[in-house]
């Protein structure tokens, strides 16, 4: 009878206790603070963006966030990966990208390989991560994406956290990766006013976001344009 009981009370602390750990890891995620420069050159840059590319003549470089997208870097460090973003202007090795703008690529957000969130720049400020569709999309970039260095549990668990925490923030209609934007074109949200300017993506990749998807399917996002009816 006492060995019965006492492992009766045993299951329950082990249950407890899980719950407890769950609990805590679900209410210790956090968003840490690591911006990237945003003087007057970027700013100046993000309004000639706008304009050029959307036709949109508005002085303020806030956005509506109606979307968010997904993203890797393909770059296996935290450090690597910020120092992509952090200057105003982008280097002159990405030539097409360069092309269309000399602002820098950016993103609202940056996971770490460890699951660490970092938020870049404010949410509601564009960057320039999706082609047609920065004027209304924040950006999640997580950190690698190679063969070498894989996104990572901890990283997939993280941006179902954020997708979860900015769905509830903001009115957000659609969850992308990065390798979907093209299906947008002819979108309402679509306003890319060069035909030409495209670039070819696979990240996050489809087996990333259907594990997002499914961790998010709640959220009702609605279909992306290839799988409307």
């Given at each position: 009878?006492?060995?019965?009981?006492?492992?009766?009370?045993?299951?329950?602390?082990?249950?407890?206790?899980?719950?407890?750990?769950?609990?805590?890891?679900?209410?210790?995620?956090?968003?840490?603070?690591?911006?990237?420069?945003?003087?007057?050159?970027?700013?100046?840059?993000?309004?000639?963006?706008?304009?050029?590319?959307y036709?949109?003549?508005?002085e303020?470089?806030?956005?509506?966030?109606?979307?968010?997208?997904?993203?890797?870097?393909?770059?296996?460090?935290?450090e690597?990966?910020?120092?992509?973003?952090?200057?105003?202007?982008?280097?002159?090795?990405?030539?097409?990208?360069?092309?269309?703008?000399?602002?820098?690529?950016?993103?609202?957000?940056?996971?770490?390989?460890?699951?660490?969130?970092?938020?870049?720049?404010?949410?509601?400020?564009?960057a320039?991560?999706?082609?047609?569709?920065?004027?209304c999309?924040?950006?999640?970039?997580?950190?690698?994406?190679?063969?070498?260095?894989?996104?990572?549990?901890?990283?997939?668990?993280?941006?179902?956290?954020?997708?979860?925490?900015?769905?509830?923030?903001?009115?957000?209609?659609?969850?992308?990766g990065?390798?979907?934007?093209?299906?947008?074109?002819?979108?309402?949200?679509?306003?890319?006013?060069?035909?030409?300017?495209?670039?070819?993506?696979?990240?996050?990749?489809?087996?990333?976001?259907?594990?997002?998807?499914?961790?998010?399917?709640?959220?009702?996002?609605?279909?992306?344009?290839?799988?409307?009816?």
């Amino acid at each position: 009878m006492f060995h019965k009981r006492f492992v009766e009370i045993a299951n329950r602390i082990v249950i407890v206790s899980s719950l407890m750990l769950f609990l805590g890891s679900c209410a210790g995620t956090k968003i840490m603070d690591r911006p990237i420069v945003f003087n007057q050159e970027r700013e100046k840059l993000t309004r000639e963006y706008i304009s050029e590319r959307y036709g949109l003549d508005e002085e303020s470089i806030e956005i509506t966030p109606k979307m968010i997208v997904l993203h890797w870097t393909a770059i296996p460090t935290l450090e690597g990966s910020f120092d992509a973003f952090n200057e105003a202007t982008i280097p002159g090795s990405r030539a097409t990208v360069q092309k269309a703008s000399s602002l820098n690529v950016s993103a609202q957000f940056l996971v770490d390989r460890d699951g660490t969130i970092y938020s870049l720049m404010p949410e509601n400020v564009m960057a320039r991560h999706t082609i047609g569709l920065n004027h209304c999309a924040i950006g999640i970039e997580n950190v690698g994406g190679t063969s070498e260095t894989p996104l990572t549990k901890a990283q997939l668990r993280s941006n179902i956290w954020l997708v979860k925490y900015l769905s509830s923030k903001y009115d957000i209609d659609y969850l992308i990766g990065h390798h979907e934007y093209t299906l947008f074109e002819g979108h309402a949200l679509w306003l890319e006013k060069d035909d030409g300017y495209r670039t070819e993506k696979t990240d996050p990749g489809e087996e990333f976001m259907s594990k997002v998807r499914n961790s998010t399917r709640n959220l009702n996002f609605k279909p992306i344009p290839q799988i409307q009816q």
